[in-house]
């Protein structure tokens, strides 16, 4: 069954903690993307990968950082450079320049 | 630089009745298009596609849009609302310097009642 995960499903972090959030596909796809989303707006990039050991930074990449050591994988962190992390963080991924298919998401609130 | 304009926040209906959410873009070239669907705390799921092919786009759950240039206007339409149509619709452009990326409206909440 193929598709994307990603865990865990609710994140609670303390001022000042790094936090690690997972993204895993086996859908085969080159690309990968990190959004974050907030109410009331658009989803936001922070970092995309179109191939493994290489990534850009999106529009809003200040606070986070990423890895791509596997083509299935591609975690997030947030740093606590971040001054404003509580937000619902989507993965995708994609072939190219076809659409965009989205995992569940991971909803960190900062306590 | 591509840009998408939803024109409303909130769109409500009455079961059973027309649906009409607005899309308006900007892009110098003829673009890629789409509308997402997201319900709550769920990721995004791929309503349709326009890719300069027909410009009446059909979709899933009954939905189609209308590629109008002259317009540049992308509305997502569905004949009858069905309370299960209830979510957030996001209408998105790709970026022409970067087709790998894409640009999300800000997305309308359809709610529907009975």
């Known amino acids: 069954d193929g598709g994307i995960t990603q865990s865990p499903k609710y994140l609670f972090r303390k001022e000042g903690q790094n936090v690690t959030l997972s993204c895993e596909q086996n859908l085969n796809h080159d690309a990968m993307y990190w959004y974050r989303q907030d109410p009331g707006q658009g989803l936001r990039l922070i970092y995309y990968s179109q191939i493994v050991n290489d990534f850009q930074k999106g529009d809003i990449a200040e606070g986070y950082s990423v890895s791509r050591e596997k083509k299935e994988s591609f975690p997030l962190t947030v740093t606590s450079a971040q001054k404003n992390p509580t937000a619902f963080y989507l993965c995708a991924s994609s072939i190219g320049t076809a659409e965009q298919f989205f995992g569940p998401g991971t909803r960190l609130t900062v306590l | 630089a591509q840009s998408v304009t939803q024109l409303d926040s909130h769109v409500s209906v009455s079961e059973g009745t027309p649906v009409l959410l607005r899309c308006n873009y900007s892009s110098s070239y003829s673009p890629s298009l789409f509308w997402y669907v997201q319900h709550p705390n769920k990721g995004l799921q791929l309503l349709l596609k326009y890719t300069s092919a027909a410009t009446l786009v059909k979709g899933i759950n009954g939905f189609e849009a209308e590629f109008k240039k002259s317009e540049t206007s992308f509305h997502l339409t569905k004949p009858s609302a069905h309370m299960s149509d209830a979510a957030e619709y996001f209408c998105?452009?790709?970026?022409?310097?970067?087709?790998?990326?894409?640009?999300f409206g800000t997305g309308t909440r359809l709610q529907v009642f009975p």
């Open positions: 998105v452009v790709s970026d022409l310097s970067n087709t790998d990326k894409l640009i």
